[in-house]
């Protein structure tokens, strides 16, 4: 079992920045992949960014790099920095884990952008 636990969300003026964190626990040396993602009111569950164990990662074309995913291994921590956020970036973002054939989902953490 891997727990996920992000924070950094709030509320936000349109164009300010936030930084998400997300600290896995438990049985992380399965870990195979780390990333975020994000579900808006209405709307499908969207991958944001996902970063590897080989190093790659993949971002949502409509973010055009104001958003940027990075890992500190040794604190088994995933963040993703927003930046230049817009009105179209409330949603609830999520923390997901590959490990051991299984995905593993945090609670999320509400990010919500003022006009």
């Known amino acids: 079992q891997v727990q996920l636990v992000e924070s950094g969300g709030g509320l936000v003026q349109a164009g300010g920045s936030l930084r998400l964190s997300c600290a896995a626990s438990?049985?992380?040396?399965?870990?195979?992949?780390m990333g975020w993602y994000r579900q808006a009111p209405g709307r499908q569950r969207e991958l944001v960014a996902h970063f590897t164990i080989g190093g790659s990662t993949d971002y949502a074309a409509s973010l055009k790099g104001r958003f940027t995913i990075s890992r500190d291994n040794a604190k088994n921590t995933v963040y993703l920095q927003m930046n230049s956020l817009k009105p179209e970036d409330t949603a609830v973002y999520l923390c997901?884990?590959?490990?051991?054939?299984?995905?593993?989902w945090g609670q999320g953490t509400q990010v919500t952008v003022s006009s």
């Open positions: 438990g049985d992380i040396h399965g870990i195979n992949a």
């Open positions: 997901n884990v590959f490990s051991r054939g299984y995905s593993y």
